[in-house]
């Protein structure tokens, strides 16, 4: 079925929270067409306002959203979605700062094409429990104090979206509140054959998204967490609707850029589904080292005051081997440009004993060509964790949030101790 720009937007807000039926159409893996929607789509914004002062912290996110929304009007979106957590403490100001945002981009809600911007908006529970967070009171319920209206606002988990949502088979689910990233492909999946879209924030992530529970990992702790740059990473979606088709674009609106390739969902039933692990793997594919490129391994000394970007290497001096460590220095795995890698697996073989160990690509969370230092990653090890051998072979291999591998690069190092 089709549904026209009038129909799909008197519940709109339903599609946001997942529960509207979409278009079943034949299916088709490339869009030909014009869009017949484009929606903005961001989440956990958190604008805040300074404890001392009382005034917008404007580095918090209030210039992120500036970004988001001009790229949205930019790519001239029907409308904009937001997840809910637009104020961090719940405060009017916080509120108004969106609402001046939204002018400065769209005045009179309008695009430059004409045509409205529709706004659909859900609160989450920063607005509903702002006092909850240091704020001075709950903006949701001073705005819609009758509990039966305010339910019809309240942003839902996806485990009570998904009873909801059982009824309408060819709903897609969009939910924000995690803070996860979007560069991690398993943001969006499927739960109960339904196909959901994780919203990541535009606040900041602190969540990079691969957990030591993946098989994959070898249960390993995953290092470099400030290297991926969840922190700096401020990102959201543009998701273009067509009559056979859904494309979701996923941006980083810190830096800029885009946080890889698009995921495209044809409409009508699949069988596997296209969001499913298996079709998606095949999507994602293989990251590769550049044809050339080497690892860089030498010994650094640990000062009493660390500063690990900027390591001297330590070669011939005789140092006690407890302040020494092992830098790697892994070049950026983009020689396959269709395949965007997210982790490193490092594998340390001594004489007898092998070192495993999983490091975040630098910059993994951040637009491409906007990765730090050139999409360089280091990984430090303490000389006492090394297994036993004067001589130590060194692998990496480069893989991606869903744990598909490209080949390794090799190198060996001698201890000049």
Known sequence: MKCSRREFFSGASAFALGARRLFAVPPGWKPSKKPILVLGVISDTHIRTMPTSGRIDREWSEKYLVKALTHFRDENVDAVVHCGDFAHLGQVEEMQAHADAWNRAFPNN????????VKLFVVGNHELRGSTYGGKGMFVRRLYPDPEERALRHDYP??????????????????????????????????????????????????????????????LKIEGMEAAGSVRARQGMVIRLYDDMMVVERREFGEGGSLGADRVMPFGKYDPHPFSLMESKKVIGEPQFRAGANLDVFLDRIDKIEDATNHKPVNTVQEDSTSLRLCVKIPLADGNPNSRVYAYEVVVAGDVQKLHKVVYAAGCNMGIGHEPNGGVTELLIPKSDLPSGNTLAFSVCPITSLGTRGKPLSAKWTSPL
Request: hydrophobic share 40%; glycine share 8%.
């Open 110 to 117: 309008r695009a430059p094409a004409g045509h409205e911007v």
């Open 158 to 219: 996806p485990s009570t979206l998904l009873a909801r949502m059982k009824k309408h088979p060819n709903a897609v689910g969009l939910f924000g509140h995690l803070h996860y990233s979007i560069s991690n492909w398993r943001k969006i999946f499927l739960a109960d054959g339904m196909p959901w879209i994780q919203v990541p924030s535009l606040h900041a992530h602190g969540y990079p998204g691969l957990r030591e529970e993946d098989p994959w990992l070898t249960k």
